[in-house]
């Protein structure tokens, strides 16, 4: 009898093509379905909530897959996190209902950007985050997200790759917080189209170094055009954060990251 498990992973996405199998290309995929086919004994094929792009990473990416295997919580956790590449690992495992669906089961979904915004370069923080030597405008940068939030056409804010059917999207929430030389950026919404929120987050750093006006926000997205919008952020400082899904699954409401102020992180 086949059965529905659902996990939660977090991965440093800079070794790969991003989550997505590609041929002749590392995907978070491929190194997490081979995993957990060791352990099952049998092949896995897995749907995740959302697909990251090359070099963003997850603290809480949701999956799911159906096996015939009977193993315990702690040895799928385990036994997985034995075969994953020490930049991947599992967080939790759960059953869930034959009706979950990692993907369209998805309430909303949240991602995080991280800046530093410091004179000279970080040891630490490369590959992590964006490091932006100039002082960011963060009140400019919060006056132009207030454009953005509701429901819009985001067609400027759409990668010419995109195959969603509709640009039309919610955007529930979008703050700026200066932390230190920390610039953290999060983001909500229903779902986001490809690139949508590196290219939010390129205006928001162009408003940020004066280049363009808190009112640019307004105009790009009236525009409906990528043509005319900023330059994308770079992946690296860009983290899948939190995916939510209705009570009834059971899901961990949150899969914290270790905190650890000693490296500086916000």
């Not at 930049?87 to 990692?102: G, Q, T």
């Not at 920390?182 to 280049?211: E, P, S």
Request: proline share 3%.
């Amino acid at each position: 009898m086949r059965r529905r498990l659902a996990v939660g992973l977090e991965y440093d996405g800079g070794a790969y093509c991003g989550w997505q199998q590609q041929s002749a290309a590392a995907s978070v995929q491929v190194a997490l379905e081979q995993a957990l086919s060791r352990v099952a004994d049998e092949s896995i094929s897995t749907t995740c909530a959302g697909r990251t792009d090359a070099g963003v990473h997850a603290r809480e990416q949701v999956v799911h897959f159906d096996t015939q295997a009977v193993r315990s919580p702690r040895a799928w956790l385990l036994g997985t996190n034995t075969h994953l590449p020490r930049d991947i690992s599992l967080r939790w495992v759960r059953a869930v209902p034959e009706e979950f669906h990692a993907r369209f089961s998805a309430l909303a979904r949240s991602y995080r950007y991280l800046m530093l915004n410091r004179v000279t370069r970080s040891a630490l923080a490369h590959g992590r985050a964006l490091v932006v030597h100039r002082r960011l405008d963060v009140p400019a940068m919060q006056a132009g997200a207030q454009w953005l939030i509701g429901e819009h056409d985001f067609s400027a804010f759409r990668s010419s790759e995109c195959q969603a059917q509709s640009p039309v999207r919610q955007l529930r929430s979008l703050s700026i917080e200066r932390r230190g030389d920390w610039i953290v950026i999060d983001v909500t919404a229903n779902a986001f189209l490809h690139h949508m929120v590196r290219n939010i987050v390129g205006l928001l750093l162009a408003i940020g170094q004066q280049k363009a006006a808190p009112e640019r926000a307004r105009e790009q997205l009236a525009s409906r055009a990528r043509s005319t919008g900023e330059a994308t952020a770079a992946a690296h400082g860009l983290y899948l954060w939190r995916i939510d899904y209705a009570a009834q699954f059971g899901l961990p409401a949150d899969s914290a990251i270790i905190d650890a102020p000693i490296l500086g992180w916000p």
